[in-house]
């Protein structure tokens, strides 16, 4: 096998180098030619001392798109001289694993070579297709390097995520794109550094942003945007010129997956951290991604009751009239009753009281002894429940000269337990005191 030092091979069929795309042309051969991810392959950091000390372990490599994974791989192999082989979990099943595995024994008997089998999207495995790998990554036959854009935590099996280390791959920042960028304009053995193409900083910065730190896409902005740029001695990439190749950033989501999750979470703990601005973007980049309005408007309704409660009960009122609001218009139109809504709540007194005080009542009513109704408390709408008791000296507060009496109305063993604390905010505060007053009269005998 060539190394993946060496000069690139044409493609197959007599296809130039330059009929390559230029991400994969581009493509990192080596750790120093690597932009991005310092804090896993920076000096000193645990996967490079591995690589240069020849330790090379089956690893997770756990990432958004376009930030190296294959990269990565590839350059593993490259360091302890084994054998690249690299297959997608989208198009390969257990045939494919068996026929792999079975090539990388021979390579190891016959050559004392290692393989390294690379997986992309490593979490479309089922559980058996994932457990096949197990036993050849326990007898080192394979070293095994999955790549996954979804949370190993629930997508890997635990017995093939405890025997390899998961790497968390960031996506790139706008200065790793440029200088990937920079390097793609000028270098002149695998980029574009002999056609004469000029661009200035502000123009890769738009594509970078576009990119959304995907360096692949980057690239491949590049490459198209070159190509089509008005013929003269010195073409020149300008911002104007991406104006009318770029129309909008694709957002990375899926409403599947952990991103989903990340950004309700940011949504909601910014309105509860009374933040409009970020709640507005938090919202705009759900929306924005085409995530369900319903479903937000559904998770803004239940932030009404847990994070704002009495201290503000009108934020309940809002949500479902936002909610109607959203199955009345649909998307774009609902987006600002939506944005009206997270702005209100942002700006209404909060409280977790009633939140709290059902978490706790929850917690009694169903690890605790399940105690009767208390007596006085239970209906007799028959003879035979007015003959047991049902009912007898319930005390009716109407009748009592401040409307509270003095009975309880908890289970004995309860007595005195209190589940729902107001808080000093908002119209919660009036609550607190009107509550306060009534169990000062229940106390009274």
């Known amino acids: 096998m060539s190394s993946l030092f060496d000069e690139p091979a044409s493609p197959a069929g007599g296809q130039s180098l330059q009929d390559t795309p230029l991400a994969e042309r581009m493509r990192p051969r080596t750790l120093d030619e690597f932009v991005g991810q310092l804090h896993v392959i920076g000096p000193g950091r645990p996967l490079r001392q591995a690589l240069e000390h020849r330790a090379v372990h089956s690893l997770i490599l756990w990432g958004p798109p376009g930030v190296g994974k294959t990269t990565l791989a590839r350059i593993m192999a490259a360091f302890v001289g084994g054998e690249f082989t690299a297959f997608s979990a989208v198009m390969s099943g257990i045939k494919e694993i068996k026929e792999v595995v079975a090539k990388a024994q021979t390579l190891r008997r016959e050559f004392g070579r290692q393989t390294v089998l690379f997986v992309d999207e490593i979490h479309r495995f089922n559980k058996s297709q994932q457990d096949a790998f197990l036993p050849h990554v326990e007898a080192g036959t394979i070293i095994l390097v999955g790549a996954t854009t979804e949370n190993p935590s629930f997508e890997v099996n635990s017995a093939l995520l405890s025997r390899s280390t998961v790497y968390v791959l960031d996506a790139l920042t706008v200065d790793d794109l440029v200088t990937l960028l920079h390097r793609a304009l000028t270098d002149a053995e695998r980029g574009l550094g002999t056609l004469g193409y000029e661009a200035d900083d502000e123009s890769l910065r738009a594509i970078a942003v576009y990119a959304n730190g995907d360096a692949r896409v980057a690239l491949n902005i590049l490459q198209q945007a070159v190509v089509t740029l008005p013929q003269g001695p010195h073409p020149r990439l300008t911002n104007a010129h991406l104006a009318a190749m770029i129309e909008r950033r694709s957002l990375l989501y899926d409403k599947t997956g952990e991103e989903h999750y990340n950004l309700i979470s940011a949504l909601h703990k910014s309105i509860r951290n009374s933040d409009a601005d970020a709640a507005v973007y938090w919202l705009a980049r759900m929306l924005e991604a085409g995530e369900d309005p319903l479903y937000v408007a ?74 009767p109704v208390p007596i006085h408390l239970r209906n007799a709408p028959t003879k035979l429940m007015k003959d047991l008791g049902y009912g007898k000296d319930y005390k009716y507060a109407h009748d009592e000269p401040e409307g509270v009496s003095q009975q309880s109305a908890l289970p004995e063993h309860l007595e005195g337990r209190r589940y729902y604390e107001p808080t000093d905010r908002g119209l919660e505060a009036n609550i607190k005191q009107a509550l306060e007053r009534a169990r000062a009269l229940r106390k009274k005998t």
């Open 298 to 371: 559904r998770r803004l309704v239940r932030f009404a009751s847990e994070d704002i409660g009495n201290a503000d009960p009108r934020a309940l009122q809002v949500a479902i009239a936002a909610k109607d609001a959203v199955h009345f218009l649909g998307m774009p139109e609902c987006n600002t009753a939506l944005a009206q809504l997270v702005t209100y709540m942002a700006a209404a007194p909060k409280s977790n009281a009633v939140y709290v005080g059902y978490g706790a009542a929850a917690r009694d009513a169903t690890q605790d002894l399940a105690s």
